[in-house]
DNA sequence: CAGTGGTCTAGACCACGAT
DNA sequence: TCGTGGTCTAGACCACTGG
């Protein structure tokens, strides 16, 4: 698995896990350093253990620390953030923290009807509209990721080349008020279709790393099916995962 | 992300949680459907509210269910048990869960220094003995996976050619009783090497998905790196992502 | 022994959806 | 209004680690 989450807000615990991870991602908790105990933190937030306990359970199956019983609570070094492919973060929250240079390229924005296999995708008959938004994203002038992404139109209405070349979860969280609650991703490696050859910095690479991202609202609505086609010598993605016993 | 768990016992949240999943995963709970309220768990279970709260939280945290406000939770059919690659579960508890016929061939089997790289990778020095196992999974008789494992010897000091074929999860947890508490995988894609050219079915594929394994024990031991090799078309990684608000 | 995390409880108040 | 999930509390008891 993976980081998976944003934002603040009144929420306690959201709040004392936001600052946890935010001391962490930064190294003001260093690997293998021991954090406050769950006692010591009732006391910092003012709260209930409960309440603190919820904020580690959440950094500890995000892998940012293990709880160890009668010992505490330790950081991991294992969930460096990672790039392109991680979790539940849009390329723009990735770059922004990472403060990788990139760039986006919008080829292609239209309200049209689905194909079929858009259509199954995204659940939904040929003949409700959607947008396509085609991009590439380019690292040192290399362009290395193709975008193409699906939107069910009655869910969001408009669609700029602004809004995409700059971020669309942020337009839909903050303009539209449509939280993104999850989505499920399929990694699979391809033959590299003409499109792929036409618009990446192809080096002659014979596969193509495919991602394929189902985002869904609160609701558990299906709002958007993306591709992602990833060059094979530039594509990594990190998952943790916890056993419980 | 992922399903990231097994095994029950006498936790109360633990036990809801497992039959929940063993109900959905069977189908007898269907995508769409509503689970018994927390109210009606609380009395079903004769547990308190939170204790329910807990194991549905762990449903939606990896991607079985989801719980909206005021109406209730609801089974998702994200969630679909994918293969070959998903969380943290053995090659065996996948494939009995799956119904799927495969074979493991142990190549090899051997207590030696780590080589640099590995020794790199689980964090040791050198001169610290490894158990190094080689083995390929089979499926309709094609070797699709190379699975090259490294163990720590003082922490696994004993190992078999049967345990290879069997499952060495299942011998570390039951029998050595070394719970296996988390693993982080990265996945990259590279050039086939002549091992793989050698121990796989490759049929002229140009490159080799790896899958890099690190597993960890309890109190964070990095004990074991795998490293697994993967034939491109038969690769399939599902993760399940969640954003918090 | 004291300090730590793990589990559980019984109850409170809130926000949302359906009626 | 009632039933739902979301958050929070104050306290209990247990199991493990360490001195």
């Known amino acids: 698995m993976v980081q998976k989450g944003l934002d603040a807000m009144d929420n306690i615990y959201l709040t004392i896990y936001n600052q946890l991870v935010q001391q962490i991602e930064s190294g003001r908790l260093r690997p293998q350093s ?3 105990s769950e006692y010591e933190l009732t006391k910092m937030y003012d709260t209930s253990r409960e309440t603190v306990r919820k904020a580690l359970n959440l950094l500890a199956q995000n892998g940012y ?3 160890v019983k009668g010992k505490g609570s330790f950081v991991l070094n294992v969930n460096q953030m990672e790039f392109p492919v991680s979790g539940l973060v849009s390329f723009k929250e990735l770059t922004q923290r990472l403060g990788k240079e990139s760039r986006t390229k919008v080829i ?3 309200a049209m009807a689905p194909d079929e296999s858009v259509a199954a995708h995204l659940n939904i008959s040929p003949s409700q509209p959607v947008w396509q938004v085609i991009r590439t994203r380019s690292f040192q002038d290399e362009a290395i990721i193709l975008d193409k992404d699906h939107f069910r139109q009655d869910i969001v209405p408009e669609l700029t080349t602004e809004i995409c070349e700059d971020s669309i979860y942020e337009y839909l969280e ?3 008020d449509k939280p993104i609650s999850f989505a499920k991703k399929v990694i699979t490696v391809e033959e590299p279709s003409e499109e792929d050859w036409e618009l990446l910095d192809f080096d002659g690479y014979p596969m193509i790393v495919v991602v394929k991202n189902y985002v869904y609202l609160e609701d558990a609505t299906l709002f958007q099916y993306t591709e ?4 094979p010598d530039k594509f990594r993605f ?3 995962a916890r056993r419980y016993h």
Chains 1, 2 share one sequence.
Do not use: M
């Open 238 to 240: 990190v998952d943790f």
């Open 34 to 36: 021991k954090l406050p």
């Open 228 to 231: 992602s086609r990833h060059r």
């Open 65 to 67: 620390i293990q709880k």
């Open 174 to 176: 903050r303009r539209l």
């Open 108 to 110: 292609s924005l239209k």
